[in-house]
């Protein structure tokens, strides 16, 4: 099987213009935007151009079938608020070319919402079964839009709910968002292990007061809640993570966030990320009784919004070894195993076949960020890997 490498670049420049932002290769393109919208509808075509049969489901999960029993591959094409050209991009675009070339059937995925606009992977969540259409059309993103109302965007698109027993498995190719190959100078990292993740809002209640007349030994102000939180957070966690755990406060967002006024709420999001589903439940422990403790002792009410997350996954053994096998023929010597730190579509699916993924260098191990980017040959050796695991499982 041989790629075309000109083409297979070309399609990936051309869906960066869906939302081309910023500076470098800035990509500006949320789910349910009108340039999401008007990338599925480009995808669309180019399936379609591949032979492939287009539909889609509820959630705006696009797929490009095979006419019989295939394997599945793709990513997501959503992207941050401020984010790059691969992310998700890479292996949707490395999908459709793999299934122009291959004499096996190949289908092709671009899942909704993987960057969490409403929730942490929202279109595969809701695709295999963690998540009911419900339940997540009940979310809200921080303007306070619900899914139900966003994915009215894509309706004229729908065409009905995907069976995944037409698929034999999933390969998910994606840049590796970090630095490790980047910095060892491989090529292709072939995932052993996805993380766990746990995410929610925290809110902390005081009260709103002058800014200029209020003592502050009297102040019941949200913000400083906040920052003994944070700060206390990363000492008590301290004895019970790894160096590869990770907790981040994202976002946040003050009320009613003027100068001359003491905040009397603070909102932020509070995530987790590890590979040891019980070391997620202690650090959960820790998270809420911190935040309850900081409150009362400052006569605050604290909240807690609903928990999202999903477990640690294990790649599936054959697919695994497909694509170690493809990588040592493509790029002898130049690869590696390794665990995945970010999330990814991959985790959902896994509920409903076998997964593997495949990561290519991510320069500076930069993404989520405008200078996002990988060196077009190891794009090409990404995709060529990912096109010779298919012909191993043939």
Known sequence: MSVDAVRFLNDLKEL?????AGSGNGVVRPAYSDADVAARGWLAERMQDAGLRVEMDAMGNLFG????????????????????????????????????????????????????RFGVTTGSAVWSGHLSQDHADELKDHDG?????????????????????????????????????????EQI????????IRDMKVTFEGQQNHAGTTPMHLRRDAFQALATFNQ???????????????????????????????????????????ADAGRLGRMEKIIRETAEEIAAARGMVVGFGQMLGLEPVAMDTTLRQAVETAAETVTPGKWRQMPSGALHDATNVARLMPVAMVFVPSIGGI????????????????????????????
């Open 16 to 20: 960066r213009s869906f939302g081309a």
């Open 65 to 116: 079938l095979a006419d019989e029993t295939s394997i599945l591959l793709g990513s997501h094409s959503d992207s941050q608020p401020e984010g790059g050209w691969l992310d998700g991009a890479l292996g949707v675009i490395a999908a459709l070319e793999v299934a122009r070339v291959s004499q096996w059937p190949v289908s092709v995925v671009s899942f909704q919402d993987e960057e969490g």
């Open 145 to 185: 839009i619900r899914l139900s109302e966003a994915r009215q965007a894509v309706a004229s698109m729908v065409t009905g709910p995907i069976n995944p027993k037409q698929f034999q498995g999933f390969i998910e190719l994606h840049i590796e968002q970090g630095p490790t190959l980047d910095q060892s100078g």
């Open 189 to 196: 990292g072939a995932v052993t292990d996805i993380v766990g």
């Open 232 to 274: 206390t957070l990363n000492e008590r966690l301290r004895n019970v993570v790894t160096p590869q755990t990770v907790w981040t406060l994202g976002h946040v967002s003050l009320h009613p966030n003027a100068s001359s006024i003491v905040p009397g709420k603070a909102v932020f999001s509070m995530q987790w990320r590890d």
């Open 367 to 394: 993404s989520h960020a405008f200078e996002e980017d990988t060196h077009e040959a190891d794009l090409v050796v990404g995709v060529e890997v990912l096109a010779q695991a298919v012909v191993n499982l043939g």
